[in-house]
């Protein structure tokens, strides 16, 4: 079975998203069929700003560390760590030489707003047909650009992606709707049990930050009682400021 076998509407893949070494081989060891990475995770992990383009080197070195594990293996490139078609393409023919089996590639900026489309169409152009999976993302409803998802995964769909992801999509009916409104697979962070998302046609479900967040709380819970989870924004306060 290929990784984009693994994307069946109605019976979701669980795409668990490691941060180290230590965090994908335990995940491969117990039997996920496909390992992600998470952006957050090794931004953290290396004191640098996560989704600002500053972690190209430390994502490639995750990549060999881990590319040989008894897994497929999915690498979030945030927003391809660079503007040019060109570059980001290079890269991805860099990962797939690797073995990698696909790519996260967003259209969120560090300072906030989308990256335009006719842009991030030009790069999915780009890198489409070179050997790896293309997970389209779309931040409109993480960034709360008001923008509609709708219209950005048609476009993508059009330009050769191989999947879209909508994270920070919570509402089931509106999940649905989005899975009604493209052909390719639907990808969506994990924020209900995997029986209601399969019963929306989705197809992949993402970890995204949280087991790395999970991890965190487990470690204050040997200092602390009963601490909460970590949040995304929590996290990404502790980091440098994007340069």
């Given at each position: 079975?290929?990784?984009?076998?693994?994307?069946?509407?109605?019976?979701?893949?669980?795409?668990?998203?490691?941060?180290?070494?230590?965090?994908?081989?335990?995940?491969?060891?117990?039997?996920?069929?496909?390992?992600?990475?998470?952006?957050?995770?090794?931004?953290?992990?290396?004191?640098?700003?996560?989704?600002?383009?500053?972690?190209?080197?430390?994502?490639?070195?995750?990549?060999?560390?881990?590319?040989?594990?008894?897994?497929?293996?999915?690498?979030?490139?945030?927003?391809?760590?660079?503007?040019?078609?060109?570059?980001v393409a290079d890269l991805v023919d860099l990962l797939a030489g690797l073995g990698v089996a696909g790519i996260n590639l967003e259209d969120g900026r560090a300072d906030g707003t989308l990256r335009p489309v006719g842009e991030q169409t030009r790069i999915l152009e780009a890198v489409a047909g070179r050997g790896v999976f293309v997970n389209a993302?779309?931040?409109?409803?993480?960034?709360?650009?008001?923008?509609?998802?709708?219209?950005?995964?048609?476009?993508?769909?059009?330009?050769?992606?191989?999947?879209?992801?909508?994270?920070?999509?919570?509402?089931?009916?509106?999940?649905?709707?989005?899975?009604?409104?493209?052909?390719?697979?639907?990808?969506?962070?994990?924020?209900?049990?995997?029986?209601?998302?399969?019963?929306?046609?989705?197809?992949?479900?993402?970890?995204?930050?949280?087991?790395?967040?999970?991890?965190?709380?487990?470690?204050?819970?040997?200092?602390?009682?009963?601490?909460?989870?970590?949040?995304?924004?929590?996290?990404?306060?502790?980091?440098?400021?994007?340069?």
């Amino acid at each position: 079975m290929t990784f984009h076998d693994l994307h069946r509407p109605g019976d979701p893949l669980l795409l668990p998203n490691a941060w180290d070494y230590g965090s994908a081989a335990l995940l491969a060891s117990r039997g996920y069929p496909a390992i992600g990475t998470t952006s957050l995770g090794v931004a953290a992990v290396h004191g640098k700003p996560d989704a600002a383009a500053a972690t190209r080197a430390e994502t490639l070195d995750l990549v060999l560390l881990v590319k040989d594990l008894p897994a497929y293996l999915t690498v979030d490139i945030e927003n391809g760590f660079s503007d040019d078609p060109a570059a980001v393409a290079d890269l991805v023919d860099l990962l797939a030489g690797l073995g990698v089996a696909g790519i996260n590639l967003e259209d969120g900026r560090a300072d906030g707003t989308l990256r335009p489309v006719g842009e991030q169409t030009r790069i999915l152009e780009a890198v489409a047909g070179r050997g790896v999976f293309v997970n389209a993302r779309t931040d409109t409803h993480w960034l709360g650009t008001g923008e509609s998802a709708t219209e950005r995964i048609r476009a993508y769909a059009d330009a050769g992606a191989d999947g879209v992801f909508v994270p920070g999509v919570a509402d089931l009916a509106e999940i649905a709707e989005l899975a009604r409104a493209t052909e390719l697979p639907l990808n969506v962070l994990y924020s209900h049990s995997l029986e209601e998302l399969a019963g929306a046609g989705v197809a992949r479900v993402s970890t995204g930050s949280l087991l790395y967040r999970a991890a965190l709380q487990g470690l204050l819970a040997v200092l602390e009682k009963d601490p909460a989870m970590p949040t995304y924004a929590e996290i990404v306060g502790l980091l440098p400021e994007p340069r």
